[in-house]
């Protein structure tokens, strides 16, 4: 085995991980360079204890450890949700672990709250699963103190199932989720959003 043998399969992973653009948003894979801004904006409580595995306090190690494993598999795929201008709002992401329906998660820095990031990042994350990834079915979920990330996961036509008991890695306890589920068939009908994102390789 040469040395390319080893990083060619990394590296041919980073480049099928599109850019999706949206009318304000770009979502890309995370850089090593983007640590910094990254930890800073994600070490806040609030974020961390509506998230199922962000730390808090959420330090740049934190950050460099998220960028190092983001992408590296097959069964998650991830983005950060970035302005057009680069400024970096939050991530976002595709699940599909231990052979799950796949599970959309996202959070925003709070600085960012309130201005419809989130439901457009979830469009072009759901678009991207059902139209590129050629997901059936997509599940989510917001704490049930959430109501504004529930509100996200309903505006993009998600339909409740239940509520579950989930760990949340920041309280070091369980906390009750509201569960959410969007099958393809309905996807396709809700299409009259607006734009879908566009996906530039």
Request: positive net charge; charged residues 25%.
């Amino acid at each position: 085995m040469t040395v390319l043998d080893r990083i060619a399969p990394a590296s041919l992973r980073e480049r099928s991980i599109p850019v999706l653009e949206t009318e304000r948003l770009t979502l890309r894979r995370p850089r090593l360079e983007d640590a910094g801004a990254l930890a800073t904006l994600a070490n806040d409580r609030r974020i961390a204890e509506n998230t199922l595995r962000l730390p808090h306090p959420y330090a740049l190690a934190d950050a460099q450890a998220f960028i190092t494993t983001a992408n590296a598999g097959d069964d998650e795929t991830v983005f950060l949700i970035t302005a057009r201008s680069g400024a970096i709002l939050g991530a976002c992401g595709i699940a599909a672990l231990d052979g799950e329906t796949p599970e959309i998660g996202y959070w925003l820095g709070v600085p960012f709250w309130g201005n419809g990031y989130a439901t457009e990042a979830a469009r072009a994350l759901i678009d991207h699963a059902f139209g590129d990834l050629g997901y059936e079915v997509l599940q989510g979920g917001a704490r049930v103190s959430n109501p504004a990330s529930r509100r996200v996961l309903e505006k993009c036509g998600f339909q409740w199932t239940g509520v579950g008991l989930y760990r949340i890695r920041a309280l070091k306890s369980s906390a009750p989720i509201d569960r959410f589920r969007l099958d393809r068939g309905l996807w396709a009908s809700l299409k009259s959003w607006g734009k879908a994102a566009r996906v530039v390789r």
